[in-house]
């Protein structure tokens, strides 16, 4: 027959291995969730660096179109001057 004492030792025992077992899985997936926010983290500088590029180019790009709209616009008024200037 078993006493108070060791049926509180046996729940006590049986708590301590539950509590361990849940402290090595809790420091497995503080591990796994960091690696994750490790990728995440390199991920997110990649899309900084894109969005920069991006910028840039749409920078250069957008000038070349305004000249080529200005120098567009210079030829149409020249050549309404030239029309005008035959009425």
Known sequence: MS???DELKSISDAIKQQRDEINVQLHLA???IK???D???EKWNQLLDK?????KEAETAGRDIMDSAKELGHQ???GYERVKAKI
């Open 3 to 5: 006493t108070l004492h």
């Open 30 to 32: 503080k591990e796994d």
């Open 35 to 37: 690696d994750d926010l």
């Open 39 to 41: 990728e995440l983290e």
């Open 51 to 55: 969005m920069s590029d991006i910028g």
């Open 76 to 78: 149409i008024k020249e």
